[in-house]
């Protein structure tokens, strides 16, 4: 059904019902079911849903409100069952967390029904799901994604069935870049067999793409446990959603589901922290922010908190967790475990208290604890402290609570910190208690029926099983009938009843089996004590080990022997009880008088016998006997009492030796696993005594055997395998024979037994237990060889072989090959060494050329010429740290690491092991710097690139360039690896690899900037000129004739060219203003040298009156003296100091003192024909008119004395030997209408003076070519000027072009007058190096 807006805002007597528009604030979902009332005709359920949203979305609802969310339930089968339509229910806060932000709210019992459920229909299932939007933003995986929680539903007819209850809080908190493993808790009731898996995306979003749900990168469960696995290692928020799969039948892998009944998915929130991080503390005005020192923690009130230590202020805060858990006599300690839970059995209709403890090493938080869903009547009460606080869980079970439930906790500090992980009390409910009495529980005796009570519930089956004494036996239990007992409930009682023959102790339990009942009662365990019976004297034994009671012996030695007494069943007896032994001996004495003697046993338990066996002792003293008497008789008897009649036992007839005898040893080591065989003599014994002497033997505890062979001598032979160990056996053979007394090499009892020690050798060598180990050269033992460094020091190849009993083979005829392959396909053998101790073998592999290798070794045995390989040792050599002569780069040459201004260059390293192996493993650390001096108005430049290279194969390669020409230093820096020989411990420092010198050449031609001196407002004759000077687009000086420099973009090797089809020339035409008198001057070229530039004299061409103009005799000298140069402002002299064209010309005689004009042109003389006649070449169409002035001409009573400059700067575009002009000037005498922009001026033309004069001091600086003085401030005759966007745009898109980095000078531009073209005043922009890798 759908609930209206009007019905959700509806305001009920005992709540009020809220409904918030979905958003961003969905935390957790659960739904969950119970099969419910069956009957023959139909199917019901009972449908919960828990979910966790934003508290403060909701406007903070307290536990009990009741509100709508936006989660409608849904129903879908596709196995012929008739589902409902979906429905919004309404939902109860059932717990809530201010620190966190959540709440969790929980559904009552939503009843669906499914009727005429058929035979084809039971065991279908259904799915329930909920879906809405949206997963919360922070989230680091599906934010703001689509949500969806599912329930698979089992069909059954006729049963009460319920799905998994699983229970987690919303947001559980992890630690980053630390391994957590943990479990969901559940409970089942049904004892499927779960399996778990992560949602799909469609499970959890809706949506069948991974594009709207992934699980947290990393994160996996193992499908048999459920154990979550994962190792975070970006703080934050992920979402997390598994499912939960009950099978009917074990799943044999994780994608079976052919016996899947049922399954519910639990969705939630998973949170980093770094708990290295450092906060304010609690009693800190500004508590939980974050800092980096006590500075930044402010009103920090110390009386805050009565616990100690109290600062820092700033310093790390540990989350606080559980210690605790209480409950009845129970105590349970909890770890700081991702995963704790604790079992806790609670009985139907009474109270559990459970107390959870939890602390805080921050010893001055408070800590609240909080919890997930939690059942209804479930009480939760805290008591606080500074640094801990103890919950108290309160919960009397009743019917809804049958079969138990999962109830989670968290704690969270002053700080909002919340446990890492949760703890979980998996609480079962029992309907009873199953409880036992009687001494059968506790006591039997065996081969007696022994029974006790039982109390249980009415009709209930049970199971009565004892395990112990290495079986497990089975007993049963009956139902008494209609007698009941008053315990917890009515109860009926049982007897159970066994009957066990084997004494021990036993672990005693019944179980209650009935097959009904879900959640069963808790089992009852005892230990049961079952004695012997009463003796069985056929049952009972003699024994005589160390000594000869039994056989005889030398006249008057001290014997003895001892019984052992068991019952009927085969058990020993453990106590003396009313027993009695005693034994007698018969024989004719030496005066042949017959001779019957009595002698009592004596019990002996362990205790006292040093051994585990409870015996009774008989000692006495072997009888002299009358001659030709050999044999005594001795008889055991039992008494059950001392009334009781005796009961011969045993009769045994032991031998008399007159004398005794001695043995004599000769054997040498014994080979491990290999049967024995050595012959050894005796003393003392005649021929005839001999061959009827009886010897009993062992050796290392093994039965072995004694055969008479030849005379006194006899040959003793024990079996393979007697011993598997190499080394030495002290008193490893013992032998016995009665009259044996000491012997050679051997340890004498006195009473007829001797041990003789004896030493084990190795087997021969096998492959199985063999191995093969490596150590570096700093000692470090490595048994899987993965990596070595390259080194011209070997590594040892150390081999230990064994044989097919793990002995370390010291002792054989064998030795051990080797044989070595490393990348380059080289070879070695040899054969390894034997080190003195005999145990080990070794050889020498230095390992010096780079990539992999291979170690084989063959063991060679010379008994039976065979052979085996060993473990072939196979890695990787990896390069050694990184050398400076080794390594190299390229190019080489300087003029190869030329570039052109805005072109970035690359420089290529090599970097080499010491070796010269490549080092292509591990990257290396460079940073670099590119360094220009100070030149000029240029400003020095240390551009530091301090991170690491792009690596490409073998290779590190930089990219460097600047939009400054000049002269350069490019200087590399690597971070060099050092091993401490002591430690091993490795240290870096950077240490510089290559400092190389480069050129930063000017671009292609761009701009002239001219300059007039004495041009204007002079008298006839003046003598006057142009200079001019060729720039690049970044205002750099194009220092020669040509047209700039360029690179192909198409050359591989980027080399600098020069244009070849362009040569500069500038070519002035003087003329009046009609044309009719003109003279052409070529334009010399003025190099720099120094601080000034050298003479470049003006070339006459042409004129209209083909009369050559005299030549002024000085006007190279007066130049080069720095005459006119120095009448330049000190703005254009710097500017100047670079190279330029100078043009020296005589003022036209001009009719009435009007004016003329002179235009400047530029001449490409590739292009502009070859005529004799400048005048044709001028009027080529290649030739381009630069700028064209008019200047007055006046009468020399009227001319202006002192030096006139006009500067202007034009923009040339080359296209096709197109030039453009783009901008000029206002005249100067604007400037007295802005007296602060003139200020300005003033003050930089007096910063070109003081510059003018430190290049005077520099000279020619050291170290290669001058560093160019380009980009000097340029005074603009408009201090108003706006910028002319069109040329700015194009120029910026150019530079983007280049390189992003590079910041391009900006034109300012005012339109021009006369000749119509635009002629720009340029302002110097920032400009610099940039390099990048």
């Not at 799915?127 to 809405?132: D, L, P, R, T």
């Not at 192996?917 to 301090?946: C, H, M």
């Not at 330029?1140 to 003192?1153: G, H, I, K, M, S």
């Not at 901008?1223 to 003076?1249: C, I, Q, T």
Request: glycine content about 8%; hydrophobic content about 35%.
């Amino acid at each position: 059904m759908k609930v209206s807006r009007a019905q959700q805002l509806l305001l009920c007597s005992s709540a009020v019902l809220l409904w918030i528009a979905s958003a961003t604030h969905f935390r957790y979902g659960l739904i969950t079911y119970d099969q419910v009332n069956p009957s023959s005709s139909g199917v019901d359920f009972n449908i919960y849903n828990q979910q966790a949203w934003r508290w403060s979305a909701y406007g903070n609802p307290i536990v009990n409100q009741t509100l709508y969310l936006d989660a409608t339930l849904y129903f879908s089968s596709n196995q012929g069952l008739g589902v409902p339509g979906g429905f919004n229910p309404l939902f109860t806060v059932n717990a809530y967390n201010q620190p966190n932000d959540w709440f969790i709210a929980v559904t009552g019992a939503n009843r669906v029904s499914f009727s005429a459920v058929t035979s084809t229909t039971v065991g279908s299932t259904f799915m329930i799901s909920a879906s809405s939007c949206c997963r919360i933003s922070s989230l680091l995986n599906n934010h703001d994604g689509s949500w969806r929680s599912t329930s698979l539903v089992y069909v059954l007819k006729n049963a009460n069935f319920k799905s998994i209850k699983a229970s987690v809080v919303p947001i559980t908190t992890l630690i980053v870049n630390k391994q957590s493993t943990f479990s969901v808790n559940f409970i089942t009731y049904n004892n499927e067999k779960l399996s778990y898996r992560l949602a799909t995306a469609y499970e959890a979003s809706g949506y069948s793409s991974s594009a709207y749900w992934v699980p947290p990168t990393g994160l996996s469960v193992d499908w048999q446990s459920g154990a979550i696995s994962w190792k975070p290692t970006v703080t934050g928020l992920y979402t997390v959603q598994i499912v939960i799969q009950g099978n009917s039948n074990t799943p044999t892998s994780a994608t079976d589901v052919s016996s899947l009944q049922s399954y519910v998915s639990l969705d939630w929130i998973l949170q980093v922290i770094d708990t290295t991080s450092l906060y304010c503390k609690r009693f800190c005005g500004n508590a939980g922010s974050f800092c980096s020192s006590s500075s930044n923690c402010w009103s920090c009130d110390e009386t805050k908190t009565a616990r100690t230590p109290k600062t820092p202020y700033c310093d790390p805060n540990t989350p606080p967790y559980f210690t605790n858990v209480r409950w009845n006599l129970n105590n349970k300690a909890v770890t700081r475990d991702v995963d704790n839970s604790v079992a806790i059995t609670a009985i139907y209709s009474s109270q559990l208290v459970v107390y959870i403890d939890t602390m805080d090493d921050d010893i001055e938080d408070y800590i609240s604890v909080g919890t997930a869903a939690i059942p209804a009547g479930v009480g939760i009460s805290q008591v606080k402290y500074e640094g801990s606080t103890t919950a108290t869980l309160t919960w009397t079970p009743g019917d809804n609570d049958l079969g138990g439930a999962v109830i989670c906790f968290t704690a969270t500090d002053s700080l909002g910190f919340n446990t890492v992980g949760q703890l979980c009390l998996v609480i079962t409910v029992g309907q009873g208690a199953l409880s036992a009495s009687g001494t059968g529980l506790t006591y039997a005796i065996a081969g007696a029926i022994t029974n006790f009570l039982v109390f249980n519930s009415a009709s209930r089956t049970h199971s009565l099983t004892f395990q112990g004494v290495g079986n497990t036996y089975t007993g049963t239990v009956v139902d008494m009938g209609t007698t009941t007992v008053t315990t917890q409930g009515t109860q009926e009682v049982y007897q159970a009843n066994y009957n066990l023959t084997g004494s021990g102790l036993y672990v005693l339990t019944v179980a209650d089996t009935t097959s009904t009942l879900a959640i069963k009662p808790k089992s009852v365990v005892s230990i049961l004590t079952v004695d012997p019976n009463v003796t069985a004297p056929a049952s009972c034994t003699l024994f005589e080990q160390g000594s000869t009671g039994l056989t005889g012996g030398l006249v008057n030695s001290q014997v003895s022997f001892y019984l052992r007494a068991f019952d009927a069943f085969g058990n020993a007896q453990s106590l003396q009880r009313t027993d009695m032994f005693y034994f007698t001996l018969s024989y004719y004495a030496s005066n042949g008088t017959y001779v019957t003697s009595t002698t009592n046993m004596l019990w002996n338990p362990s205790s006292a016998s040093g051994t585990t066996d409870y015996r009774y002792n008989g000692t006495y003293k072997i009888p002299a006997l009358a001659a030709n008497n050999y044999t005594y008789t001795l008889n055991v008897y039992y008494k059950s009492s001392s009334t009781a009649s005796a009961v011969l036992i045993k009769t045994k007839s032991p031998t008399v030796i007159s004398t005794g005898f001695s043995c004599s040893f000769s054997f040498g080591s014994f080979v491990a696993g290999k049967a024995v065989s050595f012959t050894f003599s005796t003393s003392g014994l005649t021929t005839t005594e001999a061959s009827t002497k009886a010897f009993t033997a062992s050796m290392n505890g093994v039965p072995a055997t004694v055969t008479y062979g030849s005379g006194t001598t006899f040959t003793f032979t024990a079996p393979a395998e007697t011993f598997t160990l190499a080394g030495n056996y002290p008193k490893g053979i013992v032998l016995s024979a009665a009259g044996l007394g000491a012997s050679s090499g051997s340890t004498s009892t006195g009473t007829g037994t001797i041990y003789v020690d004896f030493d084990v050798i190795n087997d021969v060598p096998t492959a199985t237990y063999s191995t093969v180990t490596a150590k570096d050269s700093q000692n470090i033992y490595s048994l899987n060889v993965n990596e070595l460094s390259a080194s011209e020091d070997p590594a040892t190849i150390v081999i230990q072989l064994r044989d097919k009993y793990n002995n370390p083979c010291s002792v054989g005829d064998f030795s051990v090959g080797f044989s070595t392959v490393n990348s380059a396909g080289a070879t070695n053998t040899g054969t390894a060494t034997q080190s003195t101790v005999r145990q080990l073998f070794y050889f020498y592999y230095t390992p010096n050329v780079a990539g992999a290798f291979s170690i084989t070794s063959t063991v060679y045995i010379t008994a039976d010429s065979s052979s085996f390989n060993l473990q072939v040792i196979s890695g990787r050599i990896v390069p050694g740290v990184f050398s400076n002569s080794k390594s190299s780069y390229s190019p080489v040459s300087s003029s190869d690491r030329d570039t052109v201004a805005g072109i970035f260059k690359t420089f290529l390293v090599i970097a080499r092991d010491y070796l010269g192996n490549v080092r292509n493993e591990d990257p290396d650390l460079f940073n670099g710097t590119i360094t220009r001096a100070k030149f000029g108005t240029i400003p020095a430049l240390t551009t530091v690139i301090p991170y690491q290279p792009f690596k490409v194969p073998e290779q590190y390669q930089f990219s460097y360039g600047s939009n400054v020409s000049g002269s350069y230093s490019l200087q590399i820096n690597v971070a060099v690896t050092s091993i401490d020989p002591a430690t091993g411990a490795k240290s870096s420092a950077y240490v510089n690899f290559a400092t190389l010198p480069f050129t930063m050449w000017a671009g292609k031609l761009y701009q002239s900037k001219i300059t007039a001196v004495d041009a204007d407002n002079v008298k006839y004759n003046t003598r006057a000129e142009i200079v001019i000077q060729s720039q690049d687009i970044y205002n750099n000086t194009i220092e020669d004739l040509t047209g700039g420099r360029y690179i192909d973009p198409t050359d591989s090797t980027s080399t600098v060219q020069t244009y070849s089809n362009v040569t500069q020339a500038y070519i002035v035409e003087v003329s009046s203003t009609n044309k009719m008198i003109w003279t052409l001057y070529m334009a010399g070229y003025c190099p720099r040298t120094g601080t000034k530039p050298s003479k470049c004299p003006t070339s006459y061409l042409e004129s209209s009156t083909d009369e050559k103009e005299d030549e002024d005799e000085d006007s190279d000298d007066s130049f080069a003296g720095g005459v006119k140069y120095k009448s330049l402002s000190a703005t254009d002299q710097t500017l100047y100091s670079q190279g330029f064209f100078r043009v020296f010309y005589r003022v036209p005689r001009a009719l009435f003192y009007t004016n003329y004009t002179v235009n400047v042109y530029l001449l490409n003389t590739q292009k502009s024909g070859n005529s004799s006649s400048w005048r044709a070449r001028v009027n080529d169409s290649s030739t381009v008119l630069v700028k064209s002035f008019v200047f007055n001409v006046v009468p020399s009573n009227e001319a202006d004395n002192q030096t006139q400059t006009l500067s202007v700067a034009v923009v040339i575009g080359a296209a096709a030997g197109c030039f453009f002009v783009s901008g000029v000037g206002y005249g100067a005498f604007r400037l007295s209408r802005y007296r602060p922009k003139y200020k300005e001026a003033k003050k930089e033309a007096d910063e070109n003076e003081q510059i003018l004069e430190e290049m005077r001091d520099e000279g020619n600086l050291a170290g290669g070519r001058d560093y160019m003085a380009v980009g000097g401030a340029i005074v603009t005759m408009n201090p108003l000027h706006v910028t002319f966007k069109v040329e700015n745009e194009k120029r910026a898109e150019f530079m983007q072009q280049m390189n992003p980095a590079l910041n391009p000078a900006t034109t300012n531009t005012d339109v021009g007058v006369g000749t119509g073209h635009k002629v720009s005043m340029v302002e110097q922009g920032e400009r610099g190096s940039v390099a990048s890798f």
